[in-house]
């Protein structure tokens, strides 16, 4: 499967975010910082499914579930001051990015 943006940008989220998230305090390492782990593979991993079928529809909509979860937990990462403003920023750009990316695959999979 050729490297479209939307694995190339979800990518570039995965590899910035991670370690921000392991540098959160150690009361939200095993909580909060794992959950957005796990909602960053998750997509990934959704974005994978339905790039290698042929009916991507499903995959691509559990990605979009994934996505609203993820800016749930990025901004509750930024109320507990765990992630700065400029982080949150640069992290809401980056999933906004791959947002616009899936919306573009969604329409164009219909």
Known sequence: MKQSPIF???YDLMA?????????AKSQRG?????????LFRIYEALV????SDHPLPGLAEADRGLIRL??????SRD?????????EHASRLVR?????????????A
């Open 8 to 10: 190339v940008k979800h």
């Open 49 to 52: 499914e339905a790039g290698g």
């Open 16 to 24: 910035w975010l991670i370690p921000c998230t392991l540098k959160f």
């Open 71 to 76: 800016r749930t937990y990025l901004r509750l």
């Open 31 to 39: 909580v909060l910082a794992r959950q957005i782990q796990t909602e």
């Open 97 to 109: 990015e791959v947002g616009r990316l899936l919306g573009g695959w969604k329409k164009k999979a």
């Open 80 to 88: 507990l001051r765990q992630l700065s403003p400029k982080q949150f």
